[in-house]
């Protein structure tokens, strides 16, 4: 008896929770449709072995690029043009694309992408003074043997993180170094 005058109640909630469960789903739906040059720097998913391929060393022929790198370009990068392209190993490991772009009157970029097309990272170069200073304060106690240039690369990575390359030298010894904004090192080649 308290299931049947319960279950019209039971079902009207589950109803309910359904209605709003699908709602949800499509708006987010929306909004994953809806793109932005910010929302475009969210990570892409990708195939784990197209991280492991080999590319030819050197430079790229532009028209052999991978479709995803021209898309993007286009898309958020409008006006640019892209220069020139070449096989660059991402720090950690694994094959990448560095593609040069250009537009007059605007800052020079390079765009990390990797073997599929997917985009990796922009990369710029910025005066060693625009670092955070808690990464001249690591460049200064840890490779104080190290020369370094005055320009450093400013990366923005897909998750919209920030990072610094610094190429170091000390004789005929050269590594580049990676760190987040707080001076942790990232990375070391």
């Known amino acids: 008896m308290y299931f049947k005058k319960s279950f019209p109640v039971i079902a009207s909630i589950t109803l309910s929770l359904f209605l709003?469960?699908?709602s949800s789903n499509n708006s987010q739906k929306n909004k994953e449709q809806q793109s932005s040059p910010q929302d475009s720097l969210q990570p892409t998913n990708t195939v784990t072995s197209a991280m492991h391929s080999t590319l030819p060393p050197g430079t790229i022929a532009l028209d052999k690029l991978p479709k995803g790198v021209k898309e993007f370009t286009e898309?958020?990068?409008?006006?640019y043009k892209i220069l020139h392209a070449a096989s660059d190993p991402l720090c950690g490991g694994g094959d990448?694309?560095?593609v040069s772009i250009e537009k007059k009157n605007s800052p020079n970029f390079s765009l990390i992408f990797k073997p599929d097309g997917s985009f990796v990272?922009?990369?710029q170069d910025v005066p060693l003074n625009n670092a955070p200073g808690k990464i001249k304060d690591v460049l200064k106690a840890k490779y104080a043997d190290y020369a370094v240039g005055n320009q450093i690369e400013r990366l923005i990575l897909a998750d919209k993180t920030e990072q610094y390359l610094v190429d170091l030298t000390k004789g005929t010894?050269?590594?580049e170094v990676i760190f987040?904004?707080?001076g942790t090192v990232?990375?070391?080649n």
């Open 20 to 22: 709003i469960n699908c």
């Open 75 to 79: 898309k958020f990068y409008p006006g």
């Open 96 to 98: 990448a694309i560095d």
């Open 121 to 123: 990272q922009q990369e």
């Open 173 to 175: 010894i050269s590594k």
């Open 180 to 182: 987040d904004n707080n």
């Open 186 to 188: 990232v990375c070391e």
